[in-house]
Nanobody, 112 residues
Framework: QVQLVESGGGLVQPGGSLRLSCAASGFTFSHYAMSWYRQAPGKECELVAAISSAGGSANYADSVKGRFTISRDNAKNTGYLQMNSLKPEDTAVYYC?????WGQGTQVTVSS
């Protein structure tokens, strides 16, 4: 069955960086676009970034443009979200999404 497993979250100070990974299995990862979403406490789920199946096209939420980079390695069936210049408002659970399936999420906390 389709499985998406996120990793790489944690606690980081403002201005710091993290790289999230999403390991995919159970389907042909290279055939599908994938996305990263996040949900902060008391807020709606927000699309952070999306990337096409081959990785040639990506788009971002205005709130993360210039700071976050989405990428993928189809040979490794893995997607990534590089997050730089992190802000406290980036604190949320981050989810990977592909083929109408969600990962379990990974917590990112930005705090001094």
């Amino acid at each position: 069955q389709v499985q998406l497993v996120e990793s790489g979250g944690g606690l980081v100070q403002p201005g710091g960086s993290l790289r999230l990974s999403c390991a995919a299995s159970g389907f042909t990862f290279s055939h599908y676009a994938m996305s990263w979403y996040r949900q902060a406490p008391g807020k709606e789920c927000e699309l952070v970034a999306a990337i096409s199946s081959a990785g040639g096209s990506a788009n971002y939420a205005d709130s993360v443009k210039g700071r976050f980079t989405i990428s993928r390695d189809n040979a490794k069936n893995t997607g990534y979200l590089q997050m730089n210049s992190l802000k406290p408002e980036d604190t949320a659970v981050y989810y990977c999404y592909a083929l109408k399936n969600w990962g379990q999420g990974t917590q990112v906390t930005v705090s001094s």
